[in-house]
């Protein structure tokens, strides 16, 4: 059963409130600044769009990867993000917990309101993308890119291949010259009409000397240009180009850029001399002015970004598609995100409550919430302390009545156990009945009186008292009316193992509240050795009154007896023998009743004993060494214990007793026999016992008790009062005297007197 | 049996990766072999150099021309690395070089500008008009003495690996599969190497 004090003792908890740095989700700062960071990232990402067109690398190894890392990413964020919700949503369900399952419903509506557009938003956009990016590579305007390229392409090549004629056209001019020998003017001579004729710019012509090693060494002979030509043009390029031919080379012509934006288109040629051997080189210059070169390269490159645009085009769709797909992502995971925050902001103050709640019910009253908000949930959080504040009062004040009760419980053990000390102690017999007179308790002293046994809680009263010996008890409870609680103390005589024990009985009725009978209270006390001493004083009183009354005409009979025999001793013989005889008779008769009256004196003069520690082993040696030799047929046998301490006793008083004792058992043994005398210490107890044994016929149950009355006898002779001696020496020491039978006959005496 | 098929398959795979090379070449002090189909690569040590050959068989592939075409500069990078086969772990690198070839067409002058590096080193570019010469000049590389054999020592196995991939990548799906490197691994047999100019 649950008590008072099997409730935990109240300890002091703190209220339940977060601790340390506030979680992400509850930090709006935090939020606003992660959402800033993203946006600045996207701004980054967008201001860098411009120059995916023109790097394809950065477009392929970086924006690509980042984009594909950040979808993989985010995709597995949201993986985590939903498969670990909907563990815990398991296992939180599996536990029973309530509000997993508005949690789980919350993120699910969110989640599912958002996957759908999202997807189709996907889905449609990712197509329009295609759609676009197909659209860009339409046919005429490859065609028109390309032609344009072709275009300029082809006036490239017709200028270059003009030059390279021209170059062509001088090398067999001048080889057909004694070149290098010959006159550099004349050289100029054949040159010079190209030139001037505007069919080329400017020629230049080098003269090869070959050395034993090494490469051939071209060095410049002669230069002709236009006057318009620009003065910036850089000789070394045509030195290179003339080197390169001379060396064999193949590649005899190419553009060379020029200050302005204009450039030259250069051609070589190896001049050969008759007899086939190189003999120098030719250079021919076209030159093509800014404007034009401007134009075809802004042609060019409009084709080569076409086409680029065109090579990139899986890249770049899939850069597209990758952001849009990441976006896609983003709105995926942010509005799982968002489910789950709007389901903790939620949840979380009612689970705060419910966990409060279980605090509370485990018996922690102080248990308390800090209220995070002042909406409802701030509202429910006040009444639920209040709440809290409330059940703690009472069970302050629950506690402190247990405490009262506690303490007028301890006060009233206390005081049971002090009435059933009173009890168990007292030598009043207590017996308490309920109201249907079954026995509620039977104290130590009661049982021992009545030789039942103490525990008989719910036995009937007539069971309990169900002995013969008893019934004398029975019948006077069964009898009693209520109304008898008033009448005094009744005297109940029981016969119980063959001595003689009056009770005091009186009773009590127990009422209850409102005067309801509850049950009796029977109360007895064994007056017996109070009738005993009643009896004893009275046949004292009966002995003096008779040694009084009866010894004082004694001695006047005495002599009237002597003197008449003294008057008939001159009378004739009949007579005197007569008068004689009847004088003996009576002067015997009186002797005898003067010993009879000294004996009652004795009883009732008997003084106060004197007692002084006495070693009783030679006391009672002593003593029984007056019938050394006077029984042929009788043995004493002495039993004393070798460390027996000294004894405060009256020794006169004492050998008194002894010799009653033992001349008792002479005479009940006939004068033949065997009689122990035994002294015994029980130190324990603190008693030293003495024990005079016979084996002679012994005495019936019936008559032991009456042994110590005063004149009763079962001999012939004797006054009947040797053991009422005894018991009253006995008595006035303090003891107890006892009478069995000895085994396996006789009588046995006990004398238990404090040592 | 199917764990016991599973585990088989993965010692002959983590075998495979320690081995490197087929073992063929055991012992010669030159040889041919190819990894990826389309990537041979021969090695000869002689002179005190190590002279490793490699050919990119369709290295210029359709992708790539559309992208030279389109005035892209294009780059097949060669990453030839000299290594000793280790048993039961991978094998170690003893040296590595890295060549690359570019080239850049002018839709303009309808000329090809080549160049080449070896370790970052770069040789005279070329211009060229004929696109066979603009193949050989991107796959096929002969003797090139990309390793000192002062480094190899003598009696011991070694083997040549050439990785090759190609900018920019303009072949593929719409996504970027980071772990993917699309490109080809070719070896060269093991050789001993028996000491200076034995070969």
């Keep these: 059963m649950l008590t008072l004090r099997d409730v935990p003792p109240p300890t002091r908890r703190p209220a339940v409130r977060p601790r340390g740095r506030r979680p992400f989700r509850d930090n709006p700062l935090q939020i606003l600044a992660v ?42 964020a949201l993986v985590f993000v939903l498969a670990r919700n909907i563990i815990k949503m398991m296992v939180e369900r599996r536990r029973g917990l309530p509000i997993a399952r508005f949690r789980s419903k919350l993120v699910g509506a969110l989640l599912g309101m958002t996957l759908v557009p999202a997807v189709l938003v996907l889905l449609v956009g990712s197509e329009l993308i295609r759609s676009n990016v197909d659209r860009w590579f339409n046919a005429p305007m490859e065609e028109i890119v390309a032609s344009a390229n072709r275009m300029a392409s082809d006036y490239y090549s017709e200028r270059q291949l003009l030059t390279s004629g021209t170059a062509a056209r001088l090398s067999r001019a001048l080889g057909a010259m004694p070149f290098p020998e010959g006159d550099p003017v004349a050289v100029r001579d054949v040159i010079q009409p190209e030139v001037a004729q505007q ?46 031919v001379a060396a064999g080379s193949r590649e005899a012509h190419g553009p060379e850029p020029l200050g302005g934006g204009g450039q030259l288109l250069r051609a070589a040629e190896p001049i050969r001399a008759r007899d086939g051997t190189l003999a120098g080189v030719v250079v021919a210059s076209d030159f093509l002015t800014g404007e034009m070169a401007a134009r075809s390269r802004r042609m060019t490159d409009a084709y080569e970004a076409y086409n680029q645009l065109k090579v990139l085009r899986n890249p770049l769709l899939g850069v597209y598609l990758s952001f849009f797909l990441m976006v896609t992502l983003m709105i995926l995971v942010s509005a799982t995100w968002m489910g789950l925050y709007l389901a903790a902001r939620i949840t979380r103050p009612v689970q705060r409550l419910a966990a409060a709640a279980r605090a509370i019910g485990a018996g922690h009253l102080d248990q308390r919430l800090e209220p995070e908000t002042s909406d ?122 063959g001595r003689e024990l009056d009770l005091a009985v009186a009773m009590a009725t127990l009422h209850g509240q409102g005067g309801a009978i509850e049950g009796r209270l029977i109360v007895f006390d064994d007056i017996t050795p109070l009738i005993r001493a009643q ?45 004689a005889e009847c004088t003996r008779t009576i002067v015997g008769e009186v002797e005898s009743l003067k010993g009879l009256v000294d004996e009652f004196s004795q009883f009732a003069r008997m003084p106060a004993p004197r007692r002084i520690p006495t070693a009783l082993p030679p006391l009672l040696a002593d003593t029984l060494g007056l019938y050394v030799g006077l029984f042929r047929d009788v043995t004493i046998e002495t039993r004393f214990p070798a460390d027996l301490p000294p004894v405060r006793v009256d020794p006169e008083q004492i050998r008194r007793v002894v010799i009653n004792l033992v001349d008792n058992a002479i005479e009940a043994m006939d004068r033949r026999g065997r009689v122990v005398l035994e002294v015994q210490h029980a130190a324990a107890e603190r008693i030293v016992r003495l024990i005079v044994a016979d084996n002679g016929p012994g005495i019936p149950e019936g008559e032991r008790e009456k042994l110590f009355l005063p004149y009763y006898s079962t001999k012939r002779r004797g006054s009947g009062l040797g053991l009422a001696i005894v018991r009253r020496i006995v008595a006035e020491h303090g003891g107890t005297i006892e009478v069995t039978s000895n085994a396996p006959r006789g009588t046995r005496f006990t004398i238990d007197l404090p040592a | 049996m199917i764990r016991r098929a599973l585990l088989a398959a993965l010692a002959a795979a983590v075998l495979g990766a320690c081995s490197g090379p087929p073992i063929g070449g055991v012992y010669a002090l030159s040889g041919a072999a190819a990894g990826d189909e389309g990537l041979r690569v021969a090695s000869l040590a002689k002179d005190g150099q ?23 500069p294009a780059t097949i990078t060669y990453v030839v690395e000299l290594r000793r086969p280790t048993a039961l772990w991978f094998d ?58 002062a480094q190899l020592e003598p009696n011991m196995v070694y083997y040549v690996k050439v990785r090759a991939h190609a900018r920019p990548r303009v072949s593929g799906g719409l996504f970027f599969w980071p772990w993917g490197r699309g490109g080809k691994t070719g070896f060269a047999p093991r050789f001993t190497y028996l000491g200076d100019d034995r070969g």
């Excluded at chain 1, 209520?482 to 005297?491: L, T």
């Excluded at chain 2, 190590?50 to 892209?72: N, Y």
Aim: hydrophobic share 40%; charged share 25%; aromatic share 6%.
């Design chain 2, 50 to 72: 190590l002279l490793v050959s490699f050919s990119l068989a369709d290295g210029l592939t359709r992708e790539l021309r559309q992208a030279i075409d389109s005035g892209l």
């Design chain 2, 92 to 149: 170690g690198t003893v040296a590595s070089a890295t060549v690359t070839a570019t080239v850049r067409f002018d839709n303009l002058t309808r000329q090809h500008q080549l160049s080449r590096t070896i370790d970052g080193r770069g040789e005279e570019p070329r211009v060229t008009e004929d696109e066979e010469e603009v193949r050989r000049w991107l796959t096929e590389f002969d003797r090139l003495p990309l390793f000192n054999t």
């Design chain 1, 35 to 76: 959402i800033g960071l993203l946006a600045a990232a996207l701004g980054v990402a967008l201001a860098f769009s411009g120059s995916w067109r023109y790097s394809p690398d950065f477009l392929t190894e970086f924006v690509l990867y980042a984009l594909s890392v950040a979808d993989l990413t985010m995709i597995l």
């Design chain 1, 376 to 497: 409802e949930f701030g509202s429910l959080v006040e009444a639920f302390n209040t709440m809290a504040a409330e059940l703690s009062a009472s069970r302050q004040n629950l506690e402190r009545s247990a405490r009262t009760l506690e303490r007028q419980h301890q006060e009233v053990e206390a005081r049971r156990r002090y009435i059933q000390t009173i009890l168990d102690r007292i030598t009043t017999g207590v017996i308490s009945l309920d109201a249907d007179d079954r026995v509620s308790t039977v104290n130590t002293a009661a049982a021992r009186l009545l030789g039942v046994e103490g525990d008989q809680a719910g036995l009937p009263v007539g069971e309990l008292l169900g002995r013969p010996d008893l019934e004398p008890l029975a019948k006077l409870i069964a009898g009693a009316r209520p109304g008898d609680a008033d009448k005094p103390a009744q005297e109940v005589s029981l016969a119980r193992e």
């Design chain 1, 535 to 579: 009896k004893v004083a009275a046949w004292r009183e009966v002995a003096r009154r008779l040694a009084h009354e009866i010894k004082n005409p004694l001695t006047p009979i005495q002599l009237c007896a002597e003197r008449l025999a003294r008057h008939f001793q001159g009378a004739p013989p009949p007579t005197r023998e007569l008068v």
């Design chain 1, 199 to 244: 069919r080329v710019s400017m020629v230049e012509v080098y003269r090869v000397a070959r050395g034993r090693s090494g490469p051939p060494v071209v060095s410049s002979v002669v230069d002709v240009a236009v006057p318009s030509l620009p003065r910036e043009y850089n000789r070394a390029s045509a030195d290179r180009l003339a080197e390169r």
